[in-house]
Structures are given as C-alpha cells and as structure tokens.
Nanobody, 123 residues
Framework: QVQLVESGGGLVQAGGSLRLSCAASGRTFSRNAMAWFRQAPGKEREFVAAISWSGGRNYGDSVKGRFTISRDNAKNTVYLQMNSLKPEDTAVYYC?????????????????WGQGTQVTVSS
C-alpha cells in the first residue's frame, strides 16, 4: 500500500509559477512510476505528467514546455514545477502511483491516489 499527500497548491496570477509536492509513504517508493493528473469542474480527469522509476518523463500536450516533473527517491517525493501558468490550468491536481516501474498516461494505469490540491490561476 502507498499513501500519497499533495501540497503546494494555491492562487497565482497568470504567468506565475507554483511547485507541487507529493510525499509518499508505505511500500518502496523508488520502484513505483508516478504521475500527476488534474481535474477541472465539470471535466474528466486529465493526464499532466508522469515519471518512471528510472526518471523517464512524459507530458500532456497542454503542459509541454511549461511543466516539469521530477522525483527524489531519497525523500520519497515527486514534484511538479509549473511555470507560465494559464487560467485554463486551474484544477485540482492529483498525485498518483503505479505498482510497476513503467509510467502510463491513463487514470486506470495507476493504483494509488492522493486527495488532491487546488491550483487556481487568475487572469
């Protein structure tokens, strides 16, 4: 079992930056692929970014070039650095962990989920 706790959300103006953190506890973290998803009101949960246990990364089209996912296995933490934020980035951001080492881009690829952290970008 893996427990995930997100932090770092908040209110920011368009063009600003935020850094989200996801602290993991429970079973071995370094062997889990990790990801960030987001969900805006009335919309489906959307893939944002993922990172494999070896550090391979992939991103959703809407955030490429602006967001960066990283992980610190010694701290059991995964990060999402968000730059050049836009109002359309407003959503609840969720951290997710997968039992395997290879990342995926679909919600059903992931086995464990955090409670989410709200990100609001004002225009």
């Amino acid at each position: 079992q893996v427990q995930l706790v997100e932090s770092g959300g908040g209110l920011v103006q368009a063009g600003g930056s935020l850094r989200l953190s996801c602290a993991a506890s429970g079973r071995t973290f370094s062997r889990n692929a990790m990801a960030w998803f987001r969900q805006a009101p009335g919309k489906e949960r959307e893939f944002v970014a993922a990172i494999s246990w070896s550090g391979g990364r992939n991103y959703g089209d809407s955030v490429k070039g602006r967001f960066t996912i990283s992980r610190d296995n010694a701290k059991n933490t995964v990060y999402l650095q968000m730059n050049s934020l836009k109002p359309e980035d407003t959503a609840v951001y969720y951290c997710a962990a997968r039992r395997t080492v290879v990342s995926g881009t679909r919600t059903y690829d992931y086995d464990y989920w955090g409670q989410g952290t709200q990100v609001t970008v004002s225009s």
